[in-house]
């Protein structure tokens, strides 16, 4: 059990710290744009952050047994947790379908190249491994917030039946 804390533990902190800057960074963003759309789903991918920030409650709780979890604590992984697992798969089939074909991602940044001056032009070149790369990365993300919410269920979990024990 120590070790799948370790684990979550890392993934709940790169999580919190990667995607926390994303939702702030990404909701001011759209403020800035007046984009609704673009504001809703800053609003709903924060729900990876809160999650996270739940699931540090918990590991508090485990590492301390007399610091008793909240249950609102509970409540944010659980439901929560379901919307970033949600979130996680999402991003896991876009990487997946990234890697397999990169061409919507290539044709995105050579319409992007487009927008630069001519000088520019020559030195943006984008090719498949750039659009397998971008793939690759998204499905890291995914994983890693999918293993982090399954973690944390199963820690949520076993903390509540050690603590019918007690």
Known sequence: ???ML???SVLTWVNVALWGAGVVFGM???LLRVDLAGLLLSVLLSAIPLSCFAA???HTSIRYPNVPLSR???IGIRFVGFMALFF???LVTGGIDLMADPSPIIDGMMKLGE???KEMRAYYQVGRPFGKLVGAVVL???LSIAINTVLNLRLLRWYYLNQVRR
Request: net charge positive; glycine share 8%; hydrophobic share 55%.
């Open 1 to 3: 059990m120590k070790t």
């Open 140 to 142: 890291m993300l995914g």
């Open 56 to 58: 540090l409650k918990l």
């Open 88 to 90: 996680g798969i999402w």
């Open 72 to 74: 609102e604590s509970a």
């Open 115 to 117: 927008q630069l001056p």
């Open 28 to 30: 001011l963003v759209t």
């Open 6 to 8: 370790k684990i979550a």
